[in-house]
C-alpha cells in the first residue's frame, strides 16, 4: 500500500472512529433521557401519593367534626369551612408539584435528547472532516 493509501485508510479508520464517538455519546444521552423522564414520573407518582393522603386527612377531619358536632359541642359550619379550605389548598398545591415534576423531568428529558442529536451530528460532522483531509492530503501526495 502506497503511503497515500495507508494515510487515507487511516484517515476512514479515524472518521469511523470520531462518527462511532458520536454515536455513543448520543445513545448515553438518550439513556439519560429515558432516566430522566422515569424520575419525573417517579416523583409525579409520588405527588399523587401525597393527594390521596391530604384527601384521607380532610376526611377523617371532617368526620371528626361532625363527631363534634352530634356531641352538641356547638357551631361546627365555621371549622368544616375552614377544614375544607385548607385541605383543598392543600391538594392544589400537591397537584402544582406533581405537574412541576413532570413537566420539568420531561424538559430536560428534552434537553439531554436535543444533545443526543447534535453529538450524533457532531461525530458524523467530524468524521466527514477527518476523512475529507485525508482525501486532500493524498490527492495532494499523488
Do not use: C, H, P, W
Request: hydrophobic share 45%; no cysteine; aromatic share 6%.
Amino acid at each position: 500500500m502506497s503511503g497515500g493509501g495507508l494515510g487515507l485508510a487511516l484517515a476512514g479508520a479515524s472518521a469511523f472512529m470520531q462518527y462511532r464517538a458520536g454515536q455513543t455519546q448520543s445513545a448515553a444521552l438518550q439513556a439519560q433521557a429515558g432516566y430522566t423522564r422515569l424520575e419525573a414520573q417517579q416523583e409525579a407518582l409520588k405527588q399523587k401519593q401525597q393527594a390521596v393522603a391530604v384527601m384521607d386527612n380532610m376526611i377523617a377531619t371532617a368526620a371528626t367534626i361532625n363527631a363534634y358536632g352530634g356531641i352538641g359541642l356547638g357551631n361546627v359550619d365555621n371549622l368544616k369551612k375552614a377544614a375544607r379550605a385548607k385541605g383543598v389548598k392543600e391538594l392544589y398545591t400537591v397537584k402544582n408539584n406533581e405537574i412541576i415534576a413532570l413537566r420539568g423531568g420531561y424538559m430536560q428529558a428534552d434537553q439531554y435528547m436535543l444533545q443526543a442529536s447534535a453529538a450524533r451530528q457532531a461525530g458524523f460532522a467530524a468524521g466527514v472532516g477527518t476523512f475529507g483531509s485525508g482525501l486532500m492530503m493524498k490527492t495532494s501526495i499523488a
